[in-house]
Every structure is written in C-alpha cells, then in structure tokens.
C-alpha cells in the first residue's frame, strides 16, 4: 500500500506530467488498505500504486481517465454486492469511498504535488484537500505541529473560506498535530459553511517515532531491521563499544556507547524522547537494565519492554521496588517483552516484539489469533470527525500521540 508521497516517488515519470490521483478517503467494514492509500493513474493509462489489490482499481482507473478528460475531481463509492454479477466491489465486503483530481501538467496544483514529492519522507508535512463533490482545492502545510490554530486557519481559508477556516482549523488540528490521517466535516448546523458541506481530507506525518534499543545483542540486530517496516526510526546503545560498533549492527539510524541511563537522560534533556517513543531494553544486565528502567518508567512513553525470563523478570521487580518506582508505573512495563509465539530464534523473538509494540498501539488489539474473533476485523479506527465529535477533540494537543 502506498500514501500519496510514496505513490509521488514511486513514479518519477509524473513529474512534467498529467495524472490523476484516486485516494481511498473513508472505509466502513474490512477493505484491503487504510485512509490515505493512493493510487495514480497516468495520461497514457499507467497505474502507479493500487487502492485494493484487484477488486476495484479496474473501475478506479476507468473513473479517472473520465476524471483527466473533463478535468474536474469526483468521488465514487465501491461496495460488495452477492446478487449483482456485474457489480464492482470489494470481495471483503467492506465499502470504501475514493476521491480521484486530475493534474494537468504545469498546473498550480502539479506544481504542489511536485513540491511535495520532493520533500524527504522524514520531514513533517501535512496535505489538506477537499473532497466534496466537484472540489480539488489543496494546500501543503509544512511542519504541522508547530502551528496554531489561528495560524491552520489562515492556511485553510482557500479551502474552507474565511467563515469556515477557524472552525475547520479547529477540527483539523488534532489530526494535523498527531501525525495523523482523516475526514473533517463542516455541516450547515454548526453554522461554519454557508455553502453547503464541506469535506477536508487531512493527510499529516511527524518526523518518525522512535525506537530505541538497548543490548547490542543477536535478537537487537533482529529487531533494529524491523524498525523501518514500522515505521521507526532506530537507534542502538550499549556502553561496550566492542560489541555495539560490530558492522551488524549498521542498519540502526544511531548508535550509542553511552551508558543506558546516561544516554536516555541526555535525550529526555534534550526533548528528543516524546509519547510515540518506543523503548526495547534487551541487555538482560541488572547494572544496565535498573537504573535505565527507574529513569524509562517515569517519563510519558509509548512502550517500555525488557527482556528476560520469568525468574529475571521477578528479579527485576524487586530491585525497582527497591528503587521506589511506584506499583502503578511497574505495571505498565512489558516484561517479559513481546508476544507468546514460541519463539525460538533472534529473528523469531523478534517478531514477537515488534507485535507486541503494535498491539500496544490501541486498546482494541487482542493479540489473539483472528479465527477466534468475531466481528470486523478492522474496527474503530480513528479518522472521521464531525462537528460534534471535535468539541471533545483537544484544540491543539501540547504532545502527538501514536495511533
């Protein structure tokens, strides 16, 4: 699955270029890919990308030829009919809707998505358009975080209209300040547009999370190469420099031979730790593992996790009791880490960790095995907001939140 930067890059032919975008904007149900999945389809026909792997980008990529020839934006809705043999849908049987602009070559709006192709993946940005019916209005908005909500209004007034934009700067500014993907609504009973409804499709990244690896050790090598797939970026410490500088370890964004506690003070001064940061504490060394987890379990991080085994583990507790750490704190610590997978190998005990981090991501994660669940599989992802649902959204959240 590709977001629409990917999709840029994937393709360079693009640039210079008329194409169109197909964006998957809503879901209900099981669909294939997520809120954000773009596709384009190029004026010779070519298709960069894919909005469900088969089931609709046939018809996608009809709809968008149609789209670049009478060069104005649609939506349309792909569902799941059982009846209708000549019905295109999704085989999962969820529903998705799929907003499709057309660029025109040398186009304001292409030379946007030129500039935004350009921009390092890493580098935080959030891209805002509207999606209702007929509408193709973008703008690009570097380093979302920082801003205000006055200062989100002022750049969405070309979308929302100077009415609209301090309400939609409002419900746009929890998506634009976490990173995060979804549809905001303006209706005419909050008063915000007086020309209807009004869709914005708000696609905002943060710099990446990081993963922070501790042990310069077989099953850290593991773990450090799957930090990228999702999507972290990763640093390794170990104060024994004739382990931690071994070649192997190279795929890590960072290394440290710090000591544990020293470095991750150093970072909590130097405010390069937040609450998307994970912490995966693999040295299996009383003298390392303590004094770093008594600093880790006082700060406001997404996942802390040690490894060990039940008698370290017991072992562990103590000496953090004895350290004062409170009852409350110790219980948020994933020890032993990771998933039970019966995991055998470096690369297997990994895996099991970096599930483990994911399903701590939401509180809707069983971690069970799917064919003992009922219900969609895909449930309660946060994206939407309406008016109402916004009043209870925080204006301009001081710190994101990894979802």
Excluded at 217 to 223: F, G, I, P, R, V
Excluded at 361 to 367: C, D, F, I, V
Excluded at 386 to 393: C, G, I, K, L, P
Aim: hydrophobic residues 40%; glycine residues 8%.
């Amino acid at each position: 699955m590709l977001n629409l930067h990917s999709a840029l890059n994937t393709s360079m032919a693009a640039v210079g270029e008329s194409f169109a975008v197909a964006t998957i904007v809503d879901t209900r149900g099981s669909t294939p890919h997520p809120r954000g999945t773009s596709m384009l389809i190029h004026e010779d026909g070519r298709i960069t990308g894919s909005l469900s792997g088969g089931c609709i980008d046939a018809a996608v990529h009809t709809a968008a030829l149609e789209a670049m020839v009478q060069g104005t934006s649609r939506r349309e809705h792909y569902g799941y009919s059982p009846t209708d043999p000549f019905a295109t849908g999704l085989m999962c049987g969820g529903e998705v809707d799929v907003h499709i602009a057309p660029f025109d070559a040398g186009s304001s709006m292409h030379r946007l998505l030129e500039t935004y192709a350009s921009l390092p993946s890493a580098e935080p940005v959030a891209l805002v358009r509207r999606i209702d019916a007929g509408s193709s209005d973008w703008t690009l908005i570097s380093d979302p975080s920082t801003l205000s909500v006055s200062d989100l209004a002022g750049l969405l007034a070309p979308l929302a209209g100077e009415d609209g934009s301090p309400h939609a700067a409002r419900l746009s500014c929890p998506l634009v300040a976490a990173g995060r993907t979804g549809v905001i609504k303006l209706d005419q009973e909050s008063g915000s547009c007086s020309a209807g409804a009004v869709e914005l499709f708000v696609e905002s990244r943060l710099a990446p999370p990081r993963m922070i690896v501790f042990g310069a050790n077989s099953y850290a090598e593991e773990l450090l190469k799957l930090a990228p797939a999702l999507g972290y970026s990763s640093t390794l410490c170990d104060a024994r420099a004739a382990f931690t500088l071994q070649p192997r370890f190279g795929v890590a964004d960072e290394i440290s031979t710090l000591w544990p506690h020293d470095y991750l003070a150093g970072e909590i001064a130097a405010r390069r730790v937040d609450e998307r940061t994970v912490l995966c504490v693999l040295t299996h060394d009383p003298k390392f593992d303590i004094p770093l987890l008594a600093l880790a379990l006082g700060q406001p991080l997404a996942y802390v996790g040690a490894m060990g085994s039940r008698t370290s583990h017991e072992s562990r507790m103590r000496e953090l009791r004895a350290a004062a750490v409170p009852e409350k704190t110790l219980a948020t610590l994933h020890s032993p880490i990771g998933l039970d997978l019966q995991a055998a190998t470096p690369g297997e005990v990994a895996i099991g960790i970096a599930a483990e981090i994911i399903a701590s991501r939401s509180p809707l994660a069983t971690g069970s095995a799917l064919n003992t669940l009922s219900g969609p599989i895909h449930g309660g992802v946060p994206g939407n907001l309406s008016a109402n649902e916004a009043s209870h959204q925080p204006a301009n959240p001081e710190a994101p939140a990894w979802t």
